[in-house]
């Protein structure tokens, strides 16, 4: 007999295959055919699922707001702004030959 190393599921198969056998329109036995699992699994995550269903109403009723550092955006978005009115004055105060001798390497 070969040993067999148990198959790991992902999250988001376990998701689709939960709600299935809460609806109850198909047997165990059907879900398990269908997505090609042993039906005792199919149980536990039904199990599983129904013991963790609070856990999606128990939040603050927001979003997660992502880790961003705001000031480190504003601070950022404030040195393109510095750094845009710059070359604004370049193009209006310098004339072609001396924004062309900028572009044009010096060998």
């Known amino acids: 007999m070969k040993n067999q190393t148990p198959r790991k599921f992902a999250p988001a198969f376990k998701a689709k295959v939960a709600p299935g056998a809460v609806k109850n329109q198909q047997t165990l036995a059907e879900l398990a055919k269908k997505f090609e699992v042993n039906p005792i699994m199919i149980s536990r995550w039904k199990a599983e699922f129904l013991a963790n269903m609070g856990a999606i109403f128990e939040g603050s009723g927001k979003a997660d707001e992502p880790d961003i550092d705001t000031q480190e ?11 845009n009115e710059f070359f604004k004055k370049l193009q209006e105060t310098w004339g072609i030959a001396e924004r062309a001798s900028l572009m044009s390497p010096r060998i």
Do not use: D, P, T
């Open 73 to 83: 955006l504003y601070a950022q978005i404030g040195q393109l702004k510095v750094e």
